[in-house]
């Protein structure tokens, strides 16, 4: 008995994701390592590094954002 296989093409689309969950801000200090806690706003982690800074004399950050994405089928016909 043959295997037949069927392969459909269709257009993909990425887009930022629509859920509940915004982006996810978290700092980490480039002398110490010490991170800020993670939060849906940059202010919290922002407000970490200069309170870090002001302590430390750490004058040095990284900023990481995490954004979601959702992948989605493109409606209508293929160019």
Do not use: N
């Amino acid at each position: 008995m043959a295997t037949k296989a069927v392969w459909r093409v269709a257009d993909w689309a990425l887009d930022i994701g629509t859920s509940d969950s915004g982006s996810i801000y978290k700092h980490q200090c480039m002398t110490c390592g010490q991170k800020s806690s993670a939060a849906v706003t940059a202010e919290g982690p922002d407000t970490w590094c200069l309170r870090h800074a002001e302590s430390t004399g750490h004058t040095d950050f990284r900023g990481s954002v995490t954004t979601f994405f959702r992948a989605s089928l493109v409606e209508g016909p293929r160019r």
